[in-house]
């Protein structure tokens, strides 16, 4: 009896397991949103063994929302607790590389390059700067090719602290410039975003290189669209605080110790009222 009784009892867990599992392309589609919806990644990745046969049946929109739902999900696999990071981190370089082709067969240049960006982000955290590079300059290239001045700013500012933290002062001063340009002309709306990325590493390559002179008139616009972000935010951001350091590191440098002690003053007094409220801005 025992012989018989296993082997059934398997087919029927397998039956059960295959009756509860949809079968039909769209419910698997539904399933897997659902679970994106509800913010369960471990319940978006049990379909990934069938990511190719979803892509198959989508239109171009729809393939790159399923990229961006599988890396959203391998990203958070790689923050949990006792994750598998390394298994992770393959899929995210794959899925990325396969979206970036994507995008470009679309000839959505913007999103495509800042994919690249996002990618060479990440691969800086990972301490791989040189193929970090590369993908930056790739990004820059498709920002030049198509007037896309957001995406020359992003990529300009990777590239420029890369130089700058590999030596090469005056080729990190110059990307630098370039990105905080690019950023006022961006074609977004609003390029307060752009300026407010790029302005903290401008400004501290040139306290580096001396250039008070171009400093100082940089220095009345940092401080006021820190300030609309923070009202815009509802809190106090690091960037106001770090506007004010700037403002007090000029001062410092032209030998005007009581304006610079102002705007520490300033800074601790921003600290103490909204302590609770602090939050940096991303």
């Not at 298994?87 to 899925?95: E, P, S, T």
């Not at 240049?109 to 800086?124: K, N, P, V």
């Amino acid at each position: 009896h025992k012989k018989t009784c296993a082997p059934l009892t398997q087919k029927a867990s397998a039956l059960a397991q295959k009756r509860s599992a949809p079968a039909h392309i769209n419910d698997v589609f539904a399933s897997m949103s659902a679970a994106h919806d509800a913010g369960d990644w471990q319940g978006v990745l049990q379909w990934e063994g069938r990511f190719e046969e979803l892509l198959a049946r989508q239109d171009d929109a729809v393939c790159d929302r399923l990229f961006k739902t599988f890396l959203g999900a391998h990203m958070a696999g790689m923050s949990s607790a006792g994750g598998a990071i390394a298994f992770h981190a393959l899929a995210i370089v794959r899925l990325g590389e396969e979206r970036i082709t994507l995008l470009g067969k679309m000839e959505r240049f913007r999103d495509q390059g800042e994919a690249i960006c996002l990618w060479a982000d990440l691969l800086i955290l990972e301490s791989k700067f040189q193929d970090a590079q590369g993908l930056y300059q790739r990004a820059r290239d498709i920002g030049e090719a198509h007037g896309l001045f957001s995406l020359e700013s992003h990529a300009c500012l990777g590239l420029g602290n890369l130089a700058t933290r590999e030596g090469r002062d005056a080729e990190g001063l110059d990307l630098l410039r370039n990105a905080f340009a690019a950023g006022r002309i961006t074609e977004h709306e609003n390029s307060i975003v752009e300026e407010l990325d790029s302005l903290p590493s401008l400004l501290d390559a040139l306290f580096k290189a001396d250039e008070l002179e171009e400093v100082a008139p940089l220095l009345p616009r940092f401080r006021e669209a820190a300030k609309a972000q923070s009202l815009q935010a509802g809190c106090l951001c690091v960037l106001e605080l770090n506007s004010l350091t700037a403002l007090a590191r000029l001062h410092e440098a032209r030998g005007r110790p009581l304006e610079a002690e102002k705007e520490i003053r300033t800074l601790l007094s921003l600290l103490g009222q909204n302590r609770a409220l602090l939050q940096p801005v991303m």
